[in-house]
């Protein structure tokens, strides 16, 4: 089957579908600053404007692709005490992330209200709402995690053994005394900081 054919439906006609899983496998090869409609379109075999008659601008294409990142999160088997399904969605959120090549900043440079993405962040609110909190703390301690799990797992796709030098290499001039005594801490452990830092939110609710 050829590039052009794997993108077809049976009516001969390239799906939308189809342009987003192939996105998404430019993404995996090129990573983020790698990816552009023109790398979509030669993937598929087709031109550019083919690409963009499904997805309008390269800005729709990542919001959709980040919609389908979400779609990697499972809802079965989640725990029936509302903070434990929490944590759990929240970590099944972070495995969704990181199961495609710089998927937490494909995430946070978009704000797609698309279905997988509404079917998340509602999921979650029901939780915390369960769980006793207020309209407001349900929605603020539902943003509040999703920017943290956001952040962090951008740092841990980032990570490389460099950055880790040139950070150990500046805090070691004596200037920063606070920082030395606790670099150890400071880039790595992330499944580790990961559950620290979503206690730490999740402690404001009581169980």
């Known amino acids: 089957m050829t590039k052009k054919q794997a993108g077809e439906d049976t009516a001969g006609q390239l799906t939308r579908a189809a342009v987003i899983d192939a996105a998404l496998q430019v993404l995996g090869e090129r990573g983020l600053d790698g990816l552009s409609t023109r790398a979509v379109a030669d993937r598929l075999g087709v ?8 997805v309008k601008t390269k800005a729709r294409m990542l919001e959709l692709m ?16 509302p903070l434990a399904r929490a944590r759990e969605l929240v ?23 698309e279905p ?3 079917r998340f962040a509602d999921r979650l609110v029901d939780a915390f709402l369960e769980a006793g909190t207020d309209e407001r703390q349900a929605a603020w ?4 995690v999703n920017y943290f ?10 990570e490389g053994e460099e950055d880790d030098a040139r950070l150990a290499q500046a805090v070691g001039l004596g200037t920063h005394p606070a920082l030395q005594r606790v670099l150890p801490h400071l880039r790595q452990n992330f499944d580790e900081r990961f559950a620290f830092g979503l206690e730490a939110v999740l402690s404001r609710i009581p169980e």
Do not use: F, K
């Not at 031109?47 to 008659?53: A, F, H, S």
């Not at 301690?141 to 509040?144: G, I």
């Open 149 to 158: 799990t956001l952040g962090l797992t951008q740092e841990e796709q980032a």
């Open 66 to 81: 980040a919609d389908a990142v979400l779609a990697g999160i499972r809802y079965d088997d989640l725990p029936d005490a």
């Open 141 to 144: 301690t539902a943003w509040t």
């Open 47 to 54: 031109r550019m404007n083919t690409v963009l008659w499904h």
């Open 91 to 113: 970590g099944r959120y972070r495995h969704a992330l990181l199961a495609h090549r710089d998927g937490a900043a494909l995430v946070t440079g978009t704000y797609p209200a």
């Open 116 to 118: 997988n993405t509404l």
